[in-house]
């Protein structure tokens, strides 16, 4: 499975962005997807992640309420709407598929990994 994350960019303080994450060599319908960050100098840190039937959302308290979740099994794509950005979401961005139809949080149980997109936010 191949993973290509795209959308990323510059955007000002409370500015969106749409991620994207489209697969290849294999349907992800039966994966569970999660996003993922890591800034410079600090750990990658999980931010969202969806079941397969996208039944099932999780994020991190810090994106609470401003980042959204979605999939579209047809498209063999998952998307990270992302609002009202802030200087500490910047990052570069993974996206990530796990086998089977539970979500997690954690990255070491996901199976295949994107190339991630830089997010900048700054004015």
């Known amino acids: 499975v191949q993973l290509q994350a795209s959308g990323g960019g510059l955007v000002q303080p409370g500015g969106s962005l749409r991620l994207s994450c489209t697969a290849s060599?294999?349907?992800?319908?039966?994966?569970?997807t999660g996003w993922f960050r890591q800034a410079p100098g600090k750990e990658r840190e999980f931010v969202a992640a969806?079941?397969?039937?996208?039944?099932?959302?999780y994020y991190v308290d810090s994106v609470k309420g401003r980042f959204t979740i979605s999939r579209d099994n047809a498209k063999n794509t998952v998307y990270l709407q992302m609002n009202s950005l802030k200087p500490e979401d910047t990052a570069v961005y993974y996206c990530?598929?796990?086998?089977?139809?539970?979500?997690?949080?954690?990255?070491?149980?996901?199976?295949?990994w994107g190339q991630g997109t830089q997010v900048t936010v700054s004015s």
């Open positions: 969806i079941s397969w039937s996208a039944i099932n959302t």
């Open positions: 990530a598929l796990r086998r089977g139809s539970i979500a997690s949080i954690r990255a070491y149980e996901y199976d295949y």
């Open positions: 060599g294999r349907t992800i319908s039966s994966y569970a």
